[in-house]
């Protein structure tokens, strides 16, 4: 496959993803609950692992200047924090009262935009690298997951009615593509391997801000093991992943 057909193909089957929210119809919001913070914890670990185990170890390679490597990540970082505090971005990761509010277009919004820059940079990592990118697109995948589960629970509860919310849902997690066609057309006018260290940021301010915190609020010992495991479990999977692509 070519780099193009991978960046299609990756971005297509990034916004299938979308359609997983409509497993939130089979389920009560409690088993919901307990399903999906595991997944959750899972996420972080594999965007952290990717960000840290794969990406910046080959923003280093392409870009001898360390400090020019962790300054885009940094702008990664940044970039997701303004889109967090400026746009209201809101993953709800969990179906419960504080986050039925009235904000569909608001979080679909923040969602294609998210999925428009996660694009970007997970295709500037296949122009480098097409392991590397499916290494990305793995870790971003598994962020996805949970993403959508939650935020397609988010829509029916507010009132959506299930085929709207899938079909909105589904055209906001286009944008991922979009983004990857347009890093694609800028590779032609010249190299971009500041996208990669971009994408390492974001991934680590999603997994480490948006995820974590998530997950971080359980007092019972039981679910405190259960997510250290799956996040342990994340950044063993990433590791491993890393080790047989060398």
Known sequence: MTVLAWIVASGLAMSAIALVGSITLLLS??????????????AA??????????????ATRRMPDLAVVFLWAMIGFAVFLVLEQFLHWHHCHR?????????GYLILLGDGLHNFLGGLGVAGVFLIDI????????????????????????????GWSR???????LLSGLTFLV???????????GDIPFLVPFAAGS????????????????????????????????????????????
């Open 29 to 42: 919001e409690d088993t919901l609950r307990r399903v999906v913070s595991p997944l959750v914890a899972l």
């Open 45 to 58: 670990g594999s965007l952290l692992g990717g960000a840290f185990f794969h990406m910046l170890p080959a």
């Open 95 to 103: 179906v419960e009262a504080d986050c039925r509010q009235p904000l």
């Open 131 to 158: 392991r590397l990118g499916i290494m990305a697109w793995i870790a971003a995948a598994a962020h996805e997951v949970p993403q959508e589960l939650g935020d397609f629970g988010v829509l029916v509860h507010s």
């Open 163 to 169: 085929r709207r919310a899938l079909l909105f849902n």
């Open 179 to 189: 983004g990857g066609l347009l890093a694609y057309v800028a590779a032609g006018r």
């Open 203 to 246: 991934f680590i301010y999603i997994g480490a801000s948006d995820l974590i915190p998530q997950v971080n609020r359980h007092h019972s010992v039981a679910g405190n093991v259960i997510h250290l495991a799956a996040f342990v479990g994340g950044l063993a999977l990433l590791w491993v992943l890393r080790s047989i692509g060398r």
